[in-house]
């Protein structure tokens, strides 16, 4: 079983909505967790990083939250535009490993 | 522009042969990272390197390689290729200053991908 599961797998959603993205994870003992976004085709780009102390943490229009006691974490995108159109990834890093542990992804599709 | 560089940008060869990928990382990074990505997989961790040395083994198998150089590019050499290998192929780098795990003040930099085509 992956240590790290988002959902939903994907959704789409009109411009200018707001969306949530969810990821759950059993990575044990918990360092810090991570929000990618990856446009098709290319490098994932890091949006946020977030400690066990750390509830939220804001991007521009991507805001992520951190529940820590439940293993939970969301990312929410405002006001969505086109250009937010791809997957957005959660990675957890257990303290003292240096392996990573990566969710599959949320595929966002904005459309006009 | 996130300063790390993979070689080439697309490849195709044929089962059973060796390919080598290149990336150079950002300047100043010492640890790189590879990565595998194949299209009903989300992102596989195969190996890390900090400053020439290996630090972290991921699901990668016998059939790869890697290395970091002198000048702190790596290559990655995957043989006897099938065609379940086929996939796109990432490199990251981070700063850092013993190539442990990744704190949450060390962002870490992902190259544009190597895709990689076996026939």
């Known amino acids: 079983k992956n240590q790290v599961e988002q959902s939903p797998q994907s959704l789409i959603i009109l411009e200018g909505k707001n969306c949530t993205l969810q990821?759950?994870?059993?990575?044990?003992?918990?360092?810090?967790l991570r929000w990618y976004k990856q446009d098709t085709g290319r490098g994932p780009v890091s949006l946020t990083i977030?400690?066990?102390?750390?509830n939220t943490k804001s991007n521009g229009r991507y805001t992520a939250t951190l529940d820590a006691d439940t293993k939970q974490s969301s990312l929410h995108i405002t006001a969505s535009q086109l250009s937010d159109s791809a997957s957005y990834i959660c990675v957890v890093i257990a303290y003292g490993n240096n392996r990573l542990a990566f969710g599959k992804g949320n595929q966002v599709v904005v459309i006009p | 522009d996130s300063g790390v560089t993979q070689t080439p940008k697309h490849l195709i060869t044929a089962t059973g042969q060796r390919v080598t990928l290149r990336c150079s990382p950002r300047?100043?990074?010492?640890?790189v990272y590879w990565y595998q990505q194949s299209l009903d997989q989300g992102l596989q961790f195969l190996i890390q390197?900090?400053?020439?040395?290996?630090?972290a083994k991921g699901n990668i198998l016998e059939r790869f390689s890697a290395q970091q150089f002198p000048d702190l590019h790596s290559e990655l050499n995957l043989s006897s290729l099938e065609l379940g290998d086929s996939a796109l192929y990432f490199c990251?780098?981070?700063?850092?200053?013993?190539?442990?795990?990744?704190?949450?003040?060390?962002?870490?930099?992902f190259g544009p991908g190597t895709r990689l085509t076996v026939l």
């Open positions: 300047s100043g990074d010492l640890s």
């Open positions: 990251a780098s981070s700063g850092g200053t013993s190539g442990g795990p990744l704190t949450s003040t060390d962002t870490q930099y």
């Open positions: 977030m400690t066990f102390s750390e």
């Open positions: 990821c759950n994870y059993t990575v044990s003992p918990f360092s810090n």
């Open positions: 390197y900090y400053n020439g040395e290996e630090r």
